[in-house]
Each structure stands twice: as C-alpha cells, then as structure tokens.
C-alpha cells in the first residue's frame, strides 16, 4: 500500500493562477519531500519539510505539514505555464531505508 | 555534472530473454534504489541499497534482481523478463540514507516485453 496519497489527481489552473494539492500518508515520519515529473522524465527534488517544521518556502512553492492529521499541501503561487508537470509527495517511515511515494498529482496550466 | 545515468532509455525485447538495466552516480552516494511507475499506481519501490555489497527488496522486488558490487553502480536485472513487468524504470541515488536526503533521479528506462 503507499504511504502517500495525493489529492486531487489532476488539476487544470490558467497561467497566473495558484495550484494546491494535498498529500496523506499513514505512519509516523521524520520528514517529507515533494517532488516534481516533468512528462516521461526523472524526478527532480522540491522541497523537503520536517516533521518539527510546519512550514517551508522556497520561491514560489509553500509546503505545510500537519502531523496530527497525517497531511502536506503544496501550493505553488503565481503558477507559470512551465509548472506544467506531476507532482509527488514521499516520506519514508521514522528510521526506515525504504521510500514511498504516492500516485502523483498531475498538473495543467494553460496560458 | 553531478549525475545518476541509466542505459538504455528504450528497449523492446521478447519474454524470457535476460536483460541488464545498468545505472551510475558520479556523486559517491551510498544509497540507491530501483523504482518502477505504471500509470495509475505512482511509483514502487523495486530494490534498494544502503552501501556496496548491501542490497534489501523494495516493495515489489519480485521478477528482479540486482547487486552492488561498486558504490557507483547498481544494474538492475530481469533474468527472465514477462510482459507485466513492462513499466517505466528510475534509478535514483542520495547521499545517505533516505531520510531527509534529496533523491536524484536518472531519466528513466522505458522497457516493452512482448
């Protein structure tokens, strides 16, 4: 089973627009990462936020945790037609070596 | 350039026939792992290594074997290779553990077995 969901599954915004999706995963975790696909290519790393951390910026992305509720958001602000892309949340269970990553969010933005 | 590569991009072979998907990191990670990504399941864990000669399975290690005999490669193997095993492939590195490191991800390798 994956560790990580996202929601929605696909989301079409217009260029300028702001792009939020949600990532939920089961067990306790020391920290969680986003990721970004662009179409039949590797992933490239986003954004990482710990689990002390509630939280994080970096450009135009903001990434919260709720621990409690077991949850992330990403929302990438201002969205640009190059944002075009799948997103991916992974976490790895506290003190594990294997790393989940959930279905992905796929992301249109139209200009 | 820092970099994981995976070779071949592409392959089209037939059921059964043995296969090598090699990949390397130029940047002395010692953590590597295998992944698969079929549409509608986001992307599995195939197998991963924590440092030279120690592998452990992933989530859906079955059909699949590697080995680390080097800290910068880690092929990926399908000695008998059937069509469900046709996926997209990443190869992925960090610098340690993956708890809270950045994973880099090679290109992928899409593999067709008819």
């Known amino acids: 089973s994956q560790q990580g969901e996202e929601d929605p599954q696909a989301l079409s915004i217009q260029e300028g627009e702001n792009a939020t999706m949600n990532c939920s995963y089961k067990t306790s975790i020391n920290n969680l990462q986003w990721y970004r696909q662009n179409s039949g290519r590797g992933l490239v790393h986003l954004i990482l936020i710990r689990s002390n951390e509630r939280e994080k910026h970096s450009g135009r992305l903001r990434v919260t945790l709720d ?35 959930g279905g992905g969010t796929r992301v249109l933005v139209k200009p | 350039e820092a970099q994981v590569t995976q070779n071949p991009r592409y392959l089209i072979t037939v059921t059964g026939k043995k296969l090598t998907v090699t990949c390397s990191q130029n940047m002395n990670h010692e953590y590597m792992s295998w992944y698969r990504q079929d549409p509608g399941l986001g992307l599995r864990q195939i197998y991963y290594s924590m440092n030279v000669e120690v592998t452990d399975k992933g989530d859906v290690p079955e059909g699949y074997k590697v080995s680390r005999k080097e800290k910068r490669n880690f092929p990926l ?33 899409r593999l067709s077995i008819l």
């Open chain 1, 67 to 101: 621990t409690s509720k077991k949850s992330s958001s990403l929302l990438i602000t201002a969205s640009r037609a190059a944002d075009t892309a799948s997103y991916f949340c992974s976490t790895t269970e506290a003190a594990g070596n294997k790393l989940t990553f």
């Open chain 2, 77 to 109: 193997i399908l000695e008998s290779p059937s069509p469900n095993q046709t996926s997209l492939y990443f190869c992925a590195s960090s610098l340690l553990t993956p708890d809270g490191q950045p994973q880099h991800f090679g290109d992928g390798t």
